[in-house]
């Protein structure tokens, strides 16, 4: 029998179009830029498909085709000009490949570029339009992305992680590669299925009540033509016509069913609005808890920071509260800095500098620190973990201020791992408190050391309240902006 031809490719960002950054080619090439054929053994979030395919290839009898592989750490609105390259050069890239029976990509699900609102629906169509009807198409989502009738109109597969964090990306690409061959070989002719649940929250699956939900959707794949059920969260800080949550169900040739389980699952997800977000402090209520705890170290996430959400991750607000209460055997990861990266370089290790750091990008992430610091370690292209991934943050620094040691980056990335700290010379577990500049991902790896994890809402550049984002591009009424949605 003829190995099927299966090409994989992967474009992935999150845009955060009220983002004062803006994301260009550089950008992709800093955090994650990959040739066909020179992906490496270890996936990025968005390119589980790659690793995973290659795994299963010679078993299932596939000729694999690798296209280029791109992540930019999330940030502001895409360049035209670079969506354009990149879309056309994975495109151009499928062209070559032709014939092929199987697409799988790697998408996150929440890029927009300067002329584009639906960047990942225009490629799918595409690909399309290239491969025909007869030729199964599988895709890969983030849940913190958008869902437009234009991507499930135009691909056979479409599986989403279901964690936050987001522990299971290469489970879902797993997922996806069984579900793609069963498709090919005719066992299976899966029909995709969504619900609008017309609503926007935080949902951390690290907590009740998502974290039971996200188990009984689990149980439900496998059983009775439900092949597979996933939920789209939905990014708050894109502003979009798609903006919100859906449930996603593929079933086996069963439409009606399909739709009716989406439904079912949308109106219960609906029903936990406003009760899933993570129990939010102050920066003084979260420095005293943790200054009055009686085990270390306490993990305290500065969740609204966050560079995963497209911000800078620059601010200051909590560090400089932590220095005017004279904090000391702290540890702070990171602050995205590259001119205070450069000038520490140039000092060099040991050196004793007055350094002007953080608080560059916008009045909303406070003053910058002036402080004489001491520079402890210096990391050419430093990385850290995220599950198998690894995680560039690029040429970076640690300097001790005041009794603090602070990680600069030049890279900007949400922390993951307690190794970000390992990394540059730090003990985490050594430390009573530890600022991570992160919402949710770094959970799963710190509760490991952590003796309390805290969450500060620190308001900046993130659009954190829907109320009041004035979006502009939003087609439909969602909660909470409207409070019945779905009608009385």
Same mark, same amino acid.
């Given at each position: 029998?003829?190995?099927?031809?299966?090409?994989?490719?992967?474009?992935?960002?999150?845009?955060?179009? &009220?983002?004062?950054?803006?994301?260009?080619?550089?950008?992709?090439?800093?955090?994650?830029?990959?040739?066909?054929?020179?992906?490496?053994?270890?996936?990025?979030?968005?390119?589980?498909?790659?690793?995973?395919?290659?795994?299963?290839?010679?078993?299932?009898?596939?000729?694999?085709?690798?296209?280029?592989?791109?992540? !930019?750490?999330?940030?502001?609105?895409?360049?035209?000009?670079?969506?354009?390259?990149?879309?056309?050069?994975?495109?151009?890239?499928?062209?070559?490949?032709?014939?092929?029976?199987?697409?799988?990509?790697?998408?996150?699900?929440?890029?927009?570029?300067?002329?584009?609102?639906?960047?990942?629906?225009?490629?799918?169509?595409?690909?399309?339009?290239?491969?025909?009807?007869?030729?199964?198409?599988?895709?890969?989502?983030?849940?913190?992305?958008?869902?437009?009738?234009?991507?499930?109109?135009?691909?056979?597969?479409?599986?989403?992680?279901?964690?936050?964090?987001?522990?299971?990306?290469?489970?879902?690409?797993?997922?996806?590669?069984?579900?793609?061959?069963?498709?090919?070989?005719?066992?299976?002719?899966?029909?995709?299925?969504?619900?609008?649940?017309?609503?926007?929250?935080?949902?951390?699956?690290?907590?009740?009540?998502?974290?039971?939900?996200?188990?009984?959707?689990?149980?439900?794949?496998?059983?009775?033509?439900?092949?597979?059920?996933?939920?789209?969260?939905?990014?708050?800080?894109?502003?979009?016509?798609?903006?919100?949550?859906?449930?996603?169900?593929?079933?086996?040739?069963?439409?009606?069913?399909?739709?009716?389980?989406?439904?079912?699952?949308?109106?219960?997800? &609906? !029903?936990?609005?406003?009760?899933?977000?993570?129990?939010?402090?102050?920066?003084?209520?979260?420095?005293?808890?943790?200054?009055?705890?009686?085990?270390?170290?306490?993990?305290?996430?500065?969740?609204?920071?966050?560079?995963?959400?497209?911000?800078?991750?620059?601010?200051?607000?909590?560090?400089?509260?932590?220095?005017?209460?004279?904090?000391?055997?702290?540890?702070?990861?990171?602050?995205?800095?590259?001119?205070?990266?450069?000038?520490?370089?140039?000092?060099?290790?040991?050196?004793?500098?007055?350094?002007?750091?953080?608080?560059?990008?916008?009045?909303?992430?406070?003053?910058?620190?002036?402080?004489?610091?001491?520079?402890?370690?210096?990391?050419?292209?430093?990385?850290?973990?995220?599950?198998?991934?690894?995680?560039?943050?690029?040429?970076?620094?640690?300097?001790?201020?005041?009794?603090?040691?602070?990680?600069?980056?030049?890279?900007?990335?949400?922390?993951?791992?307690?190794?970000?700290?390992?990394?540059?010379?730090?003990?985490?577990?050594?430390?009573?408190?530890?600022?991570?500049?992160?919402?949710?991902?770094?959970?799963?790896?710190?509760?490991?050391?952590?003796?309390?994890?805290?969450?500060?809402?620190?308001?900046?550049? +993130?659009?954190?309240?829907?109320?009041?984002?004035? +979006?502009?591009?939003?087609?439909?009424?969602?909660?909470?902006?409207?409070?019945?949605?779905?009608?009385?």
């Amino acid at each position: 029998m003829a190995r099927k031809r299966v090409f994989l490719g992967s474009i992935a960002t999150e845009s955060n179009t &009220f983002s004062p950054l803006r994301t260009d080619l550089r950008d992709f090439e800093d955090s994650f830029f990959a040739p066909p054929g020179l992906h490496p053994p270890t996936p990025t979030l968005c390119s589980a498909v790659y690793p995973v395919a290659r795994a299963r290839a010679d078993e299932l009898g596939w000729t694999l085709i690798e296209g280029t592989a791109a992540w !930019a750490e999330p940030g502001g609105v895409v360049n035209q000009r670079a969506w354009e390259f990149l879309r056309d050069q994975l495109l151009d890239e499928l062209r070559a490949a032709m014939p092929v029976d199987i697409v799988l990509l790697g998408l996150h699900g929440a890029m927009v570029s300067r002329d584009c609102l639906d960047c990942e629906g225009e490629l799918i169509e595409a690909v399309r339009g290239i491969v025909g009807a007869k030729a199964t198409i599988g895709v890969t989502f983030d849940p913190h992305s958008h869902l437009s009738g234009r991507r499930v109109r135009n691909a056979d597969l479409i599986t989403v992680f279901k964690e936050f964090p987001h522990t299971d990306f290469v489970e879902t690409a797993e997922n996806l590669v069984h579900l793609a061959n069963m498709t090919d070989t005719g066992r299976i002719s899966p029909v995709i299925s969504s619900f609008d649940c017309r609503m926007i929250d935080v949902l951390p699956t690290s907590l009740e009540p998502m974290r039971g939900y996200v188990d009984r959707l689990k149980a439900l794949e496998g059983i009775d033509d439900i092949l597979s059920v996933s939920v789209v969260h939905g990014f708050m800080a894109g502003d979009v016509p798609d903006l919100g949550a859906r449930v996603i169900v593929i079933t086996n040739d069963t439409k009606s069913k399909g739709d009716a389980l989406a439904e079912r699952l949308g109106m219960e997800l &609906f !029903a936990m609005r406003g009760r899933t977000r993570l129990d939010f402090l102050t920066p003084v209520e979260a420095l005293d808890r943790a200054q009055a705890a009686r085990r270390n170290p306490v993990v305290i996430a500065d969740v609204w920071d966050n560079p995963g959400g497209g911000v800078p991750g620059d601010s200051t607000i909590i560090l400089r509260e932590m220095l005017a209460r004279n904090i000391e055997n702290a540890a702070v990861a990171t602050i995205w800095d590259p001119i205070a990266v450069r000038t520490c370089m140039s000092a060099d290790e040991g050196a004793r500098l007055r350094l002007r750091f953080g608080g560059k990008m916008s009045p909303d992430g406070g003053e910058p620190v002036d402080a004489t610091v001491t520079v402890r370690r210096i990391v050419l292209d430093a990385v850290q973990s995220f599950g198998n991934a690894v995680v560039p943050l690029g040429n970076s620094v640690r300097i001790e201020a005041g009794g603090i040691d602070v990680i600069l980056n030049t890279v900007r990335s949400q922390v993951f791992n307690p190794d970000v700290f390992l990394n540059l010379g730090i003990d985490p577990a050594k430390k009573d408190i530890l600022l991570v500049k992160s919402t949710n991902h770094f959970h799963d790896a710190f509760s490991r050391i952590a003796s309390e994890i805290l969450y500060a809402s620190v308001e900046g550049l +993130y659009p954190n309240d829907p109320v009041t984002n004035g +979006y502009r591009n939003l087609s439909r009424k969602i909660w909470p902006l409207a409070e019945r949605p779905h009608g009385s």
